[in-house]
């Protein structure tokens, strides 16, 4: 079965503060996929960041970073310096090759609040 | 960046009504899907369309729901006779190949309130 777990509910941090969001998730796939898409109070989705299941480089892009670790199959997610802007729904979400980019599955989300 | 684009924002009806939600994808996308959001819980899957099918659904998507590709532009989400707990936000997506390292291109959503 897969599945993706957001333990976190809701965080709430202090301007300039780092704030980790933290991912776990189930897959019996070999190659799969793990994405986080961020949902600010607009509520629209909007793509974050895809790994692929063969590369657990780690990445950096800006503020954002992504620690993807399979030996316990989570996908963390760090704010450097988070701003007030940075105040959204994170949702980690999986996909794998028996389960297709026809459904991908969501973690519950984590809400995060940075105050000024 | 092209969007996919949502109509309406905000549907209100009484239980029991039917409701079409419409989604016009990424005019080159080919697979599209539909997605609730139950109010502050998690994204969930309804349903994914390919070549005028189905290729997916869950187990939330039963006889009173059914999609469509009217035209070349539009996909629809019908609900045939609401209930309350339809009550949510429903998202359209679309991917260009449905490819499982694809992102899905989101809309904006339809906020659907059943009294």
């Known amino acids: 079965a897969q599945k993706v777990t957001q333990a976190q509910t809701e965080i709430s941090v202090v301007e300039k503060e780092d704030v980790t969001l933290d991912c776990v998730y189930e897959?019996?796939?070999?190659?799969?996929?793990l994405f986080w898409y961020k949902q600010p109070p607009s509520g629209e989705l909007v793509f974050l960041i895809r790994?692929?299941?063969?590369?657990?480089q780690n990445e950096i892009s800006g503020r954002y970073s992504w620690n993807f670790q399979k030996s316990t199959s989570s996908f963390n997610f760090t704010i450097t310096a988070s701003q007030v802007v940075d105040s959204a729904v994170y949702f980690c979400?999986?996909?794998?090759?028996?389960?297709?980019?026809?459904?991908?599955?969501f973690g519950a989300g984590t809400r995060l609040f940075v105050k000024a | 960046e092209p969007e996919v684009t949502q109509t309406p924002s905000h549907q209100v009806t009484q239980m029991g009504q039917e409701v079409i939600l419409r989604c016009v994808p990424i005019?080159?996308?080919?697979?599209f899907y539909w997605y609730r959001q139950i109010l502050g819980q998690k994204v969930e899957f309804l349903v994914s369309?390919?070549?005028?099918?189905?290729?997916?659904k869950s187990e939330i998507f039963d006889d009173q729901f059914s999609v469509e590709r009217p035209d070349g532009s539009n996909f629809t989400l019908k609900i045939r006779s609401t209930k309350l707990e339809d009550s949510a936000m429903y998202f359209c997506?679309?991917?260009?190949?449905?490819?499982?390292?694809?992102?899905?291109?989101f809309g904006s959503g339809t906020q659907l309130s059943v009294l």
């Open positions: 897959t019996r796939d070999t190659t799969y996929y």
């Open positions: 997506a679309s991917s260009a190949t449905g490819s499982p390292n694809e992102k899905l291109f």
């Open positions: 005019s080159n996308h080919l697979y």
């Open positions: 790994r692929n299941s063969f590369d657990e």
């Open positions: 369309f390919y070549n005028n099918e189905i290729s997916e």
């Open positions: 979400a999986l996909s794998g090759l028996n389960t297709g980019g026809f459904k991908t599955i």
